[in-house]
């Protein structure tokens, strides 16, 4: 495919230093998408507010469908070393986009509850890896979970590591960011959805909780999990059974088996 955008040849154009800042979060509204999964994803779902691209990635087949799909915005064509002068990655595939940042908050979950009457959510409390956010937001959607909350210090889930963890998740679940754990947990009240934390003192295994109710899973940072106090506002915490001398798991992976479980008793 013969590339149509502007060409850029100068590491100081305006349009790679404003690539730059979405890229490093300094741009409120704005996300930055890499890499050509994520970009197939994003050009399905979000506004693209701009793109670059090589020539090379232009002329292989599914850079070819991608640019078809974004032809009504004129992208600009880099090389290869310019490409990488704005990338997250140390191998970049071709391709990035800037995109309008998803719209997230309480309201979005409210609107959600409507269409479905026994809902399943996480929330990410404090949970500052990135990587592990989106992970979780991953699983969660292939599990069912109808959205996900984030308290405040959480890591953001639309910076590009959590986004490549995320795999397009962060895209399509309904998300409520920079929530108060308070709010939070009065949010389930209100809408008579139990909460359930994942603390290692629980006496309850993962597989002795009925998940079959309105529930939200709780999962704290991978630091210190949950303070005692936040724990005691949860209505059941929950644990996993592990072989000694192992203690803890990934955050990742421990949300993964609870919430698999959820999605084995609810039959998906």
Known sequence: MKSSGEQITSRDNARLKHARAVRDGRIEGEIFVEGLRLAEEAAQVLEITDFFYT???????????LLKKLH?????????????????????QGVVLLAR??????QILEEKLKSISTPLFVVLHELNNPANAGAILRTAEAAGVAGAILTRKSADVFSPKSLRGAMGAAFRLPLWMNAEFDETINFFRANKIKTICADVRAEKKHTEIDWCTGAALIVGSEARGLTPEEVGQTDEQTKIPMKAPVESLNAAVAAGII??????QRNF
């Open 101 to 106: 940042k998803p719209k997230s908050g309480r």
């Open 259 to 264: 919430l698999y479980e959820a999605a084995r």
């Open 55 to 65: 020539q090379e990635f232009a002329e292989t087949e599914r850079g070819e469908e």
């Open 72 to 92: 009504n915005f004129n992208g600009a064509v880099v090389g290869q070393k310019l490409l990488e002068s704005i990338s997250d990655t140390k191998t970049p």
